[in-house]
């Protein structure tokens, strides 16, 4: 199949780097709106998120190399979110 006549998707205005962003309640979770209206959730809720996820997995591996791969993720997720401003409580 030629691509050539396919038409150019259009991606709208340019991203505003220095946009600040208002927050917004969604479900059980605080995320950062966008002048679209449109929430987003923050650096640091994304990394605690996506550690606990990592730690779910690590504890579902079956083998030992899954389980040691989701574990180190976890903790290179949970870092960052300390680092985004999360308290580190040991667990």
Not at 11 to 17: A, K, L, N, T, Y
Not at 49 to 60: G, S
Request: hydrophobic content about 40%.
């Amino acid at each position: 199949m030629c691509h050539a006549h396919v038409p150019r998707r259009d991606w709208g205005s340019p991203v505003d780097i220095n946009h600040r962003f208002t927050f917004c309640a969604q479900g059980d979770r605080w995320k950062a709106m966008d002048r679209g209206g449109v929430c987003m959730e923050s650096n640091q809720r994304f990394y605690l998120r996506r550690a606990a996820e990592e730690r779910t997995a690590a504890h579902r591996a079956v083998t030992p190399q899954a389980r040691e791969w989701h574990s180190k993720l976890a903790q290179d997720f949970a870092r960052r979110a300390v680092e985004n401003g999360a308290v580190a409580l040991n667990a």
